[in-house]
């Protein structure tokens, strides 16, 4: 059984999730998105615990999570 890679991002990291996705897939690798789907402001710990919570319950094996942080 293959195990999917897991990956996540919040609203400002999705260009960059959509892009490493397609990647992911023409190199064959299975990949299970937790998320966002739209642009619209959320708070990534939301897809973060989606995405823990999976590999805790022998879903993925592992995960790509990405979000932006502005500093100051």
């Given at each position: 059984?293959t195990?999917?890679?897991g990956?996540?991002?919040?609203?400002?990291?999705?260009?960059?999730k959509?892009f490493?996705?397609?990647?992911?897939e023409k190199?064959?690798?299975a990949?299970?998105?937790?998320?966002?789907?739209t642009?619209e402001?959320?708070?990534y710990?939301?897809f973060?615990h989606?995405?823990?919570?999976?590999i805790?319950?022998?879903?993925i094996a592992?995960?790509?999570r990405?979000?932006y942080?502005?500093?100051?």
């Amino acid at each position: 059984m293959t195990k999917h890679l897991g990956v996540a991002s919040d609203h400002a990291g999705l260009d960059l999730k959509r892009f490493l996705v397609a990647e992911l897939e023409k190199r064959s690798v299975a990949v299970r998105d937790f998320g966002t789907t739209t642009d619209e402001s959320c708070d990534y710990p939301d897809f973060a615990h989606a995405v823990a919570h999976a590999i805790e319950g022998g879903e993925i094996a592992r995960a790509i999570r990405y979000w932006y942080a502005e500093q100051a």
